[in-house]
């Protein structure tokens, strides 16, 4: 039986583009890299308060990467919506989608990644 997840793969053609955008947009921590048996690149993350790790995987073997429109998602907690705004804005990501609030009064926004990948970002509403 599974016990838990562990992490989830993202494969990209750029990795250090999509490895600063991790690091320096969402302010992840780089948990480690190393180059696979097969000769992937692997760099791993994580959010602060989360367990689970992020592989961002450059493997040039596998072809092209390409990321369909509404493939596939992270979603990530946030504290203040628009200081993130302003924040991925002034490196070069606006958001693509929002800030809109949902029936559960959370804010919501994505932002889009280099390659295509989709990032949700869900600030909670204040506990008052």
């Known amino acids: 039986m599974v016990k838990k997840l562990l992490h ?8 250090d583009k999509t490895t600063a955008f991790y690091r320096d947009v ?10 696979s048996g097969r000769g992937s690149q692997l760099v791993f993350f994580k959010a602060p308060q989360s367990e ?7 493997y040039d073997a596998s072809g092209p990467v390409v990321v369909g429109p509404d493939l596939t998602h992270l979603a990530f907690e946030v ?6 705004a302003r924040h991925a804005a002034s490196l070069g990501y ?13 804010v919501i926004a ?4 280099p390659e295509g990948y989709e990032i949700e970002l ?7």
């Open 79 to 84: 504290d203040d919506m628009d200081a993130f």
């Open 52 to 58: 689970e790790l992020i592989e961002i995987c450059k």
């Open 122 to 128: 869900i600030q909670r509403p204040k506990a008052g």
């Open 8 to 15: 989830t793969r993202y494969r990209v053609a750029d990795l």
């Open 94 to 106: 606006p958001l693509s989608d929002g800030p809109h609030k949902s029936s559960s009064g959370s």
């Open 26 to 35: 969402l302010g992840l921590e780089e948990s480690h890299r190393h180059t």
């Open 110 to 113: 994505f932002v889009d990644a």
